[in-house]
């Protein structure tokens, strides 16, 4: 998928329902999640994750980035932790929401919670250029690179390891291989069919399709490395038809 049918893509779901595309619970689709619930599941994740990466590597709370922020659910949870959070995504629909949301009088209530504050980024370019090098102590992706073919997931590693503090922390989730397993016969047949049910969705109903696209986690940890990164640790994440990883790295002592 190339980077603007992505944005199209996503742009699309944020028009029509942004909070069930971010998180997909069967009884929330149509519009139906609440939007105190939505945010607190958020908060109860940045607390989780947060808590396990200190187990593995120090974190300073300085700058955190959100890297597919959509609505803000990650972001507004970081600025709990963090004194600068920088939510970026590449659909206008989502940051407008998200503008939308930080200015709502739930989040103003929440106020006196926060150490710090955010700001949303319309990112629409292959790259993080919008950042300088070394700028963030945090880098949090979830469920968002999985949406994007390879080349531009890859990309976009990349720049997260050229925008991560020398002290920094990387975690991002990725997944690897679908769970079902079929011969390459199967698999052919299986991916063309898929794929032209996903082309009749887009182009005669007229609907935001999501892709889902995985990396072998060598490939991961080499590509990591490459770019100054080494991965100190990861687990198994939960997803019902992939095989997932979530990544935490930090800055190579070589690099």
């Known amino acids: 998928m190339k980077l603007d049918q992505l944005a199209k893509t996503w742009n699309a779901f944020g028009e029509r329902d942004p909070m069930w595309a971010i998180l997909s619970r069967e009884d929330t689709d149509g519009n139906r999640w609440d939007a105190e619930e939505f945010f607190a599941t958020g908060r109860a994740e940045i607390d989780r994750v947060l808590d396990e990466t200190r187990e593995h590597a120090a974190i300073e709370r300085g700058r955190a980035l959100d890297f597919g922020c959509g609505v803000g659910r990650l972001s507004q949870a970081l600025a709990r932790h963090f004194g600068e959070v920088h939510g970026v995504d590449i659909a206008a629909s989502m940051i407008e929401r998200a503008r939308a949301f930080e200015q709502s009088a739930t989040t103003q209530r929440e106020a006196e919670s926060r150490v710090g504050t955010c700001e949303f980024h319309l990112n629409e370019r292959p790259s993080l250029a919008l950042f300088p090098d070394g700028h963030f102590d945090f880098i949090y992706s979830n469920i968002t690179l999985q949406h994007m073919a390879p080349a531009l997931a890859h990309g976009y590693l990349r ?13 991002f989730q990725l997944p690897t291989r679908p769970r079902i397993e ?23 109903k007229g609907e935001p399709v999501m892709d889902m696209f995985g990396t072998s986690q060598p490939d991961v940890e080499a590509l990591l490395l490459e770019h100054g990164c080494r991965v100190v640790h990861s687990e198994q994440g939960e997803m019902d038809d992939w095989y997932s990883v979530r990544y935490c790295a930090v800055r190579s002592e070589t690099a």
């Open 159 to 171: 720049e997260f390891c050229r925008v991560l503090a020398p002290s920094g922390v990387l975690v």
């Open 182 to 204: 079929r011969s390459r016969a199967a698999r052919l047949g299986w991916n063309a069919l898929r794929s032209g049910y996903r082309l009749w969705r887009r182009r005669v």
